[in-house]
Every structure is written in C-alpha cells, then in structure tokens.
C-alpha cells in the first residue's frame, strides 16, 4: 500500500517548454487534488477531481490542465511554462464526505527558468 | 462560505515547554476540522482530526486540540515541545461532503529553541 505517488520528484523546464507531473493513488478514493504550494501562501488548490471522468477548476487554475485518467491517476500538465509557475506540487486523494482527511504526496519541486 | 485563520505565522518556543498553535474557523454548517504537519522538504501528514464526535481529540507525537464551538476555535496544543516538532501546521475545515468542501489555512512556522 503506498498510499499517494507523484513523479517526478524534482524538475527544470526552461520557460515554455511543457511538462505533465504525474500523480497515483491505491486507497481506491473518488477524489483527487493537485495543489501548488508557495512560501507565505499556503497550498492553493489548482484542479480537483471528484470522480473517474470529472474534474473541476480550483483557485489557480491557470495556465494547467489536468487528466483523471481514471479511478488512481490524476495528472497535471503545463503546456507553456512561466517563471511564476516555480512551486512545489502536491497532489492528495481523499475518501467520501466531509469527515474523511486527505493523504498527500511528497510533492514535486518544479523550477522554471 | 467556510474561511480558516491561522493567527500566528510562526511560533518561538523553547524544547520542553509547551506549544499552542491557533486556528478559527467559520462555516455555515457543523464542520469537520483537520491539522496536518509538514515538515521540511516532505508531503503533509494528519496529526488529527475532529469530526463532531467528542470536542476533545487527541492526535499523534503528543499533540491535541480542543474545538470550541462557541469560540469557533480549534486550537493545536502540545505539553512539551520536542526538537522533532519544528515544522509547519495547517488547519483545515470541511462543511461540505463532494470534493471541494475543504479550505486550508495559510499554515503556521513552529520553531523550537534548544
């Protein structure tokens, strides 16, 4: 049971160049999550999804996409890359209802240059 | 619509003494409220959780949290801080079932001092 996966760990795009940040669950949980943390921001949310076959903006949606690909894979790309997209990114998995936690990745650290 | 503040940005206390981490929340249903820790360079882990059963919850590595309706709070509290226990903390609340109803805190920076 390893819980939430994300590939790659670390990552350096050069500005414009895409990317897709790779995300695995195995607790069979309908909703994913991509968030991207930032110092003194906390972790803003960028897509979420709530089943296989759907998925919705969050606050910062801009400038990713996203692909539930189905019930364990959630992934996240950056078509063109910019500077302000160097963040860590997170990605969690939660069961149903509200009294369920979330379990999160280790992140990926993403530099663009 | 749900809000979070994490009233301290970053806590100073001294190892062995005890730490308090506030969170106040507002919501407009019964919520459930989370504290997670992140330390450096890794992912978030759950420290605990409360989710209207006793208002009292205990978590891992000796930390609890007491929610107080009436203060809309649910403060993080520890005993005797450990050198292991520098990190950041966030409080979370969730009103809603589906995927969205979650709303994080900004998080907190508890530094200890030897």
């Known amino acids: 049971n390893a819980g939430v996966t994300q590939t790659p760990k670390f990552q350096v795009l050069k500005t414009g160049q895409s990317m897709t940040l790779q995300c695995a669950q195995d607790?069979?949980?309908?909703?994913m999550y991509w968030y991207r943390q930032d110092p003194g921001m906390g972790l803003r949310l960028i897509y979420y999804?709530?089943?296989?076959?759907?998925?919705d903006k969050g606050e910062v949606p801009n400038g990713y996409n996203v692909s539930r690909l189905n019930k364990r894979e959630f992934s996240l790309r950056l078509e063109s890359a910019a500077p302000s997209q160097t963040s860590v990114y997170f990605c969690?998995?939660?069961?149903?209802?509200?009294?369920?936690?979330?379990?999160f990745g280790p992140g990926t650290r993403l530099t663009v240059t | 619509a749900q809000s979070v503040t994490q009233l301290d940005s970053h806590v100073s206390v001294s190892e062995g003494t005890p730490v308090l981490l506030r969170c106040n929340y507002s919501?407009?249903?019964?919520?459930?409220l989370f504290w997670y820790v992140q330390h450096p360079n890794k992912g978030l882990q759950l420290l605990l959780k409360?989710?209207?059963?006793?208002?009292l919850v205990k978590g891992i590595n000796g930390f609890e949290a007491e929610f107080k309706k009436s203060e809309t709070s649910f403060h993080l509290t520890k005993p005797s801080a450990h050198m292991s226990d520098a990190a950041e903390y966030f409080c979370?609340?969730?009103?809603?079932?589906?995927?969205?109803?979650?709303?994080f805190g900004k998080g907190t920076h508890l530094i200890i001092q030897p």
């Open positions: 919501s407009s249903y019964s919520p459930s």
């Open positions: 409360y989710t209207s059963a006793a208002t």
């Open positions: 607790m069979n949980h309908n909703s």
């Open positions: 979370v609340v969730s009103d809603r079932g589906g995927a969205d109803g979650l709303t």
């Open positions: 969690a998995s939660k069961g149903p209802g509200q009294h369920y936690e979330q379990y």
């Open positions: 999804s709530a089943s296989e076959g759907t998925t």
